[in-house]
């Protein structure tokens, strides 16, 4: 199971229920493109909520479906999308 990916309700029940069916993974997948598409959505359903509070509810609305559009409508993922370039943006400025 993905590190990153056990904590979250669904995770868990996964943790409990699906994975002993189905026995150790062949190759573990790599927890920190998860986490990263994790915490945008996190970020987009904060910046929703303060928008929600702040008075004008359209706002916090029009947040919400900007992030969940996209990824309903065609699978465009902007977490799983904007990971390898945030690497690579990060990494440019280190030497091997």
């Not at 309700?9 to 189905?22: D, H, Q, Y």
């Not at 008075?55 to 999308?81: H, K, N, V, W």
């Amino acid at each position: 199971m993905v590190p990153g990916a056990r904590h979250p309700p669904c995770g868990l029940l996964f943790s409990a229920l699906v994975r002993p069916r189905l026995g150790p993974p062949a190759e573990p997948e790599d927890a920190r493109p998860p986490r990263f598409a994790q915490g945008v959505g996190l970020a987009f359903a904060v910046l929703g909520l303060a928008g929600h509070l702040a008075g004008p509810e359209r706002l916090g609305t029009a947040l919400a479906l900007l992030a969940a559009f996209p990824d309903t409508a065609s699978g465009f993922c902007a977490g799983c999308e904007t990971y390898p370039l945030a690497r690579r943006l990060t990494a440019s400025g280190r030497t091997a």
